[in-house]
């Protein structure tokens, strides 16, 4: 969410017992337009909240005018001091995966992998590196599989250009409350993997600038996502994750997510 709609945004999910109270939300509507002009971001969403046993995670994420490119990603632990976290890697991501449990609220708390996985501890011992994993890295990790698992757009929401960039529809309105019960009328925003294996007959009924990305409808097991009518204006998308259950509010005929 924007910056600027989190209050709004907030108010949606709050049925959900999710929500920042009064002194987060007038932090974040001020730091967030100062991290959106020192880092020279085009834009600045607001991701979430990732809850520690001693404190919680707030994260933002900085883009680019390619909507589509990797972006930046900063967090904080008061929503007024922000730190830059760095790209995620392929070991970092495996690493994360062997670690169990809540997340501490200490960025520099270590998790010793000798007593979660004293095969892969050894295998870091080899290589000359320490058997350990920072919470740090851990947070990075745990953002990247949220984004790549359920990072969701309507569709219409983002176009792609010929030159290959993504940028948000102007004359996107919103979808229908016909088409905002489909499946199919939700992506993944993330780099599309069953669109590739289509057949020629399948893609001729896809628009290139639109339909450039994986439809829900499509994912395996089926079922993970189910879209339910909130209010007679809002339509709920709840999408099941291995560790949680995520859920999209998306306002019927307006581009308010």
Known sequence: MEAL??????????????????????????????????YRFERVWFWGCIQGVRGSYYIAQGLGPDRAAPRSRLYSLNCLDWSLLTPATQEMLALAEQVKGRFQGDPSFEYSLAEINPEAAARLVESGKEPVIKEEARLIATIEHIDRAVG??????????????????????????????????????????NLKNKTLMEKADLDPSTDFLDSLEHDIPRGKGDVNIRLGECVKLSYRMPWSYLTLIQVVSTNKL
């Open 5 to 38: 709609s989190v209050p709004a945004a907030l108010a949606l999910v709050a049925g959900g017992g999710a929500g920042l109270s009064p002194e987060l939300r007038a932090a974040l509507g001020a730091s967030l337009p100062l991290v959106q002009r020192d």
């Open 152 to 193: 969701v757009v309507p569709r219409g929401a983002f176009v792609k250009t010929p030159l290959g960039s993504v940028h948000e529809n102007r004359l996107f309105e919103g979808l229908s409350l016909v088409e905002a019960k489909k499946l199919s009328s939700y992506f993944h925003f993330t780099e599309p993997a």
